[in-house]
Structure formats: structure tokens, C-alpha cells
């Protein structure tokens, strides 16, 4: 990616642009989300609304008071789906400094639902009259225009009809209810939505209006979760440990209730939403990471994630969704996903993913081993069998016996591991590496599968020797098929530069080692595919100046010459991705590594206010106390939220545990 526009594209001030997300305010429960600015209010902002799935129902949103200006002085999350807006109603108030007059405005969000309770409170000695309006603008712009910076013109599919006390917008399958007990409920030559409350204000009381929106589409692929996720009760601190530990997963863990979702045929199985606002919906190796790290505290999300990604594993070969057997998938829509500028078109239901796979085996093995029932591992176990069988016979598209990816449609992603960006995967002079591509971090994952895949087999009904499954799937077959990856690793992966020796990022199409500094090798640590040296080596790095910044570890390498503190993959932190790296140096008994590494995720915590978004600036700790934002990350983001509880089952190995009341 260039760092310098084109000149036509400077000039181009009208070009959309991403929304920024640093500033905005968010309450939610997935499929639904509300974003607003500080004041509460909608419209202000583009990527301001009322979403529900991949739909923004509602563009503009306002509170206004006929006889005074609002102005707003506190603003208050309670949790992932309220928030408590403060101001001041001061042209009613008397002359004196105190302000008597209050107006508190309280949001909840739940699944399909949005209300909001607006409370006049009083102080003076007399009677107050006011006039409260809400302005509402129905929108039904696609999540994908609003992210690309396409949404804005008015819908002129939207229909409005008004009942006492109700308004109802409809544009296709999509529909919201507004209800307002009380208020005078009209519509506007502009097609926005009025509702008009007179309050009177006892003296030294209160007095409340109250609305609510019902959302409808018909065209959802998921949908909420019921009840509470049981893991956000299991989170026990070990005495004496870091009290901002506590606060970060107490924001946390809300998070990840709140970011639940099951699909139509299924709703008792559950599954963590990638993240807002963009990624409400199934992502395979992200609710699988989500899962993985969230297992000290919850086996049964890891459980109910394996399923559901289980009954939607590939059967068959097909090169427009890059399905093939066994396959497990990368993302589910409702409708295609164009990428603007990128030419990228990914169908609704996209397999291009090389890791999902391997993943899901490692789960597997790994929720089975943190107590998962085994029946309801052995229902797993044909699902187990086609994901080894992809891992053997089509992870590796030219025949080098490493795991692999390419798009071959030219409308896919270009690259398919979790560094997904055009331009993630670089040699150290910035040259852009050419497919098919190798990952460094998919071998670790692929090793690790095959020997947990082993284990599994092994322990339900396919003991050594015996004939129940094919000559590949046999354990020791599969170890012995791990053993050679290992050692075809070791012979050509390992690069030397100036940054010293390390593993490359990746091999390329003529099977070079691409030679950049990232953080992918951290995810090598705890797979067993290193040996103990190596993974110290790897660890030391890690934590050396050119990739730690203080906040978490880079993506790239400050030696490197792509390296940019703002790119998205090229020299930014991702929590998950630190995380990651935490939880093999977990594994791999590197424990004063993994210490070292929780600290800077605990010092990002705290200067993101304990919700960590999808990823921040590469920027060293030692130039700002807090980590800049990269202002279109998504938050909450599930696996930033679960790195949480990878950082608690560091404090409780190196603590005695004990429950904090």
C-alpha cells in the first residue's frame, strides 16, 4: 500500500472515506448496535445509527427540549448495552450558579430492540413546563455502503405510517416500530418521524417520557442469543493480582455476552460475533480464537462454536466460494460483500480461509481437554475426520507439503490467514509477496491439529492397529505426517537478516522465504513445531524493541521497510494477536515472557478505558502514555475481549487463586 496519494486522489476531496470510530459511543446486543456521539444523539457522525444485522434502520436521532438547549455534561456505560447521557436544561433554570434542572437520558439495546427513558428532574420550588421532541430519521442504508462512506443520500424505498403514539418505516424485509406512550406522533416533509411529549415538572420532582423502536429483517442470517453467557460468572481473580486485570475483564466479559449470536435452526448453540459495527455475523477463525482464548473461564461457547461451524464444513469442491471437503469457512452473510476500491466481491456463504481448519481441530482437542463432555466430543468426530482430510489432501494446493492459499477467482481475498489486507504479507523491502503463499503461523496450526487430531482419534475408537480409520487418519499415520511438517520447517522457514535469524512470515510462489520481522512467528510458540530453544529465540524477539511497543506487540517489525505505526496490518497492535502470542508463551512455559507481554496488554486496558479495540498504533509506549487509536477499529472486537481472559490465566498461574467478591 502506498503511504503517498496519487495525485489525482489528493485532489479528490470528494472521495468516501471509512468512517471513523474512536470517538463514537456504542451500546449493544448482537445483532442489534447503536452508535451515537457523546451527546447521545444520532447524525452527527457517518457511521452514527440504529443497526440491526447488516442494516442501518435509523441514520438521525435527536432530543431536543422546545424551551431550552441540552447541554451535556456526563456520559456514563453501564455495561455493553446501556448508556446514561447527563445534561443540563439551563434556559428553565433559575438565575443562581447551581444548575437545578436536569435532563438524564437512559439507552438500553437489546436484541431487536432499542429504548431510551428521558427524565426531567427538578430542584426548584416551582412547577416547570417543558416540551420534549424526538426526531427520528429512518434510513435502511447497507452496513457495507455506510463502512465504505457511500451512505447518505435519502431511501427513497422508505414508507411511513403514523398511528396515536406510533410510527412504523418500511423499505423491503427491514421495518422498525417506534412506540411513544404519550407523545403526539407525526411525520415531517423530509420523511423524519416527530414525537412531541409536554411534561409537567413538579417542584422539586421529576417527570419522564418514554420511547422504544422494535426492528424487523426478514433477510437475517443470524440472530440474538438468549439468556446470560454462563462464563462471564467463572472470572475469579487469583489474590494480589493487577486490579486493572479486573477492570478490563469485567468490561470484558459484558462485552462478550453482548456479542453473542446462534443461527435460525440452531439457537441453543451460540457463538461470538467477530465485532461492531462491522462484523456482526459468524467469521470461522475469529469465533474460534474468540473461543479458544475464552476457555479458562468457558468450555460450552467452544463447544456450541464447534458445532455450528461443524453443520456448515465444505462437502464439495467449489471455486466461487472456495469451498472444498472438509473445509472450514472463513465468513456468513446475508447478501454478497463488495469491497470498494479492491475489486473484492465475497460471496454470502466464503470459504477463504487457511487456518479456520486447522483451528477448529485445535479447539477441538483443546475444549476436550478443559472438560467438554465426550459425547459431545464423539458427535463431533465425522466433522474431525473431514477436517484432517482437507488438512492432508487439500491445504496444500502445489504439492510442497506445506498449507497454503491463493485466490483463484480473482474476486476473493488475495491473502487468507488473519492478516487479511492486500498488502499484509511483504518482504522487508516492501515488496508485496506472490501466491500461492505459505504462512508461517498455518504450518504451527497444522502440526498442532494433526498431533491433537491423533489424540482424538485415538481416544474415541480408533486405537493402534485396526482397520476403522483410513490409512491417513490412522494416529500414528497422522504423527508421522506432523513429525515430517516439523522437520520440512525447520529446513525452510528459518531466514537470517540484520534483525537477526528467525522464521519468515512465509514462503512465496517460488517457495522463497519471505524474509520480514512479524508478529506470525509469535503464534509458531506452544504449536510444538519449534523446539524449546527456538521458541526463547522467538519469544526474545518478540519482546525486543522493534516489535514490542510498550501497548503489545507489532504486526511488522520497525526494521522493516513497509513498517507504518498506522497500517492495518504493517506495523499496528492487535490485541488478539498479542494474545495469541500470550497464550503460547502460556503453553510453553515462558512465563516471565508471558508476564512481561500481559503488562503491556493490561497498560493498553487501561488507556482504551478497559474496552481494548480491534487494533491501535504501533507507536512505542515510550512516546505517549496511552496507545494511539487506529480510528476505524472495531470495538468491542470478540477476540480483543477474550484476550482478557488469556491475561487472567497468566495472573492465576503465577498466583494462588482466590474468589474477589
Request: proline share 8%; net charge negative.
Amino acid at each position: 500500500m502506498s503511504l503517498t496519494p496519487e495525485p489525482e486522489r489528493a485532489a479528490d476531496r470528494t472521495a468516501p472515506l471509512q468512517p471513523l470510530l474512536s470517538d463514537a459511543v456504542i451500546a449493544l446486543r448482537a445483532p442489534t448496535q447503536v452508535w451515537s456521539g457523546r451527546d447521545g444523539d444520532l447524525g452527527g457522525a457517518p457511521v452514527d445509527g440504529v443497526y440491526h444485522g447488516d442494516v442501518r434502520h435509523v441514520s438521525g436521532l435527536t432530543c431536543e427540549c422546545a424551551e431550552s438547549p441540552v447541554e451535556y455534561i456526563s456520559l456514563a456505560p453501564e455495561g455493553a448495552s446501556r448508556v446514561v447521557f447527563g445534561g443540563l436544561l439551563r434556559a428553565v433554570d433559575d438565575d443562581q450558579p447551581d444548575p437545578k434542572v436536569r435532563l438524564v437520558r437512559d439507552r438500553r439495546v437489546a436484541d431487536g430492540e432499542v429504548a431510551e427513558t428521558w427524565t426531567v428532574a427538578s430542584h426548584l420550588p416551582e412547577a416547570v413546563r417543558v416540551t420534549l421532541r424526538l426526531r427520528l430519521r429512518p434510513d435502511f442504508a447497507t452496513l457495507h455502503d455506510v463502512k465504505a462512506g457511500l451512505a447518505g443520500a435519502a431511501n427513497p424505498d422508505v414508507a411511513v405510517t403514523v398511528a396515536p403514539g406510533s410510527a412504523t418505516a418500511s423499505a423491503g424485509p427491514r421495518s422498525f416500530t417506534l412506540t411513544a406512550d404519550g407523545a403526539t406522533v407525526t411525520t415531517t416533509a423530509g420523511g423524519e418521524v416527530e414525537a412531541v411529549w409536554p411534561l409537567d415538572v413538579p417542584p422539586g420532582g421529576e417527570a419522564e417520557a418514554a420511547w422504544s423502536l422494535a426492528l424487523h429483517d426478514g433477510s437475517l442470517v443470524v440472530r440474538g442469543a438468549a439468556g446470560t453467557w454462563p462464563g462471564a460468572g467463572r472470572a475469579d481473580l487469583p489474590a494480589g493480582a493487577d486490579p486493572r486485570l479486573g477492570r478490563w475483564l469485567a468490561t470484558a466479559l459484558d462485552d462478550l455476552d453482548a456479542l453473542r449470536l446462534t443461527l435460525p435452526d440452531h439457537p441453543d448453540d451460540d457463538f461470538f460475533a467477530a465485532g461492531a459495527p462491522w462484523f456482526f455475523t459468524l467469521f470461522g477463525r475469529d469465533a474460534l480464537w474468540a473461543a479458544r482464548l475464552a476457555l479458562p473461564v468457558d468450555t460450552g461457547a467452544a463447544a456450541s462454536t464447534l458445532r455450528v461451524l461443524a453443520r456448515l464444513q465444505g462437502t464439495t469442491h467449489d471455486v466461487e466460494t472456495a469451498r472444498e471437503p472438509g473445509k472450514i469457512l472463513h465468513e456468513l452473510r446475508a447478501t454478497p460483500l463488495a469491497i470498494p476500491h479492491d475489486d473484492v466481491v465475497l460471496p454470502p456463504l466464503y470459504y477463504g480461509s487457511v487456518d479456520s481448519t486447522p483451528l477448529w481441530v485445535c479447539l477441538l482437542a483443546d475444549a476436550w481437554r478443559a472438560g467438554m463432555p465426550d459425547a459431545e466430543v464423539a458427535a463431533l468426530l465425522p466433522a474431525l475426520r473431514g477436517a484432517l482430510t482437507w488438512l492432508l489432501e487439500h491445504g496444500d494446493s502445489d504439492g510442497d507439503g506445506f498449507l497454503d492459499y491463493i485466490d483463484r477467482t480473482g474476486r476473493g481475498l488475495a491473502n487468507q490467514g488473519w492478516k487479511d489486507s492486500g498488502d499484509s504479507i511483504q518482504w522487508r523491502d516492501g515488496t508485496l509477496a506472490e501466491g500461492p503463499i505459505a504462512l508461517c503461523e498455518v504450518q504451527g496450526y497444522a502440526y498442532e491439529a494433526a498431533l491433537a487430531g491423533a489424540d482424538l482419534l485415538e481416544a474415541f475408537g480408533s486405537p493402534e492397529p485396526g482397520p476403522k480409520e483410513p490409512g491417513p487418519l490412522r494416529p500414528a499415520a497422522l504423527r508421522a505426517w506432523a513429525r515430517d511438517l516439523r522437520a520440512r520447517f525447520a529446513r525452510t522457514y528459518w531466514v537470517e537478516t540484520p534483525e537477526g535469524r528467525y522464521p519468515a512470515v512465509a514462503l512465496d510462489r517460488h517457495k522463497r522465504p519471505v524474509d520480514t520481522l512479524t508478529s506470525n512467528i509469535g503464534h509458531l510458540i506452544g504449536t510444538g513445531i519449534l523446539d524449546p530453544a527456538e521458541e526463547l529465540h522467538v519469544a526474545d524477539l518478540l519482546l525486543g524493541p522493534t516489535m514490542s511497543t510498550g501497548f503489545g506487540i507489532r504486526t511488522m517489525s520497525t526494521g522493516a521497510a513497509g513498517y507504518w505505526p498506522l497500517s492495518y496490518h504493517g506495523g499496528s497492535v492487535w490485541t488478539h494477536d498479542t494474545a495469541i502470542v500470550v497464550h503460547g508463551m502460556h503453553r510453553a512455559g515462558r512465563a516471565e515472557h508471558a508476564a512481561r507481554t500481559v503488562d503491556g496488554l493490561l497498560a493498553a486496558a487501561e488507556g482504551f478505558g478497559y474496552r481494548v479495540p480491534e487494533l491501535h498504533s504501533g507507536d512505542p509506549a515510550t512516546r505517549a502514555g496511552v496507545p494511539t487509536p487506529y480510528p476505524a477499529a472495531c470495538r468491542p472486537q470478540a477476540w480483543s475481549a477474550a484476550a482478557a481472559i488469556t491475561s487472567l490465566a497468566v495472573a492465576r498461574a503465577a498466583r494462588t487463586p482466590a474468589v474477589v467478591g
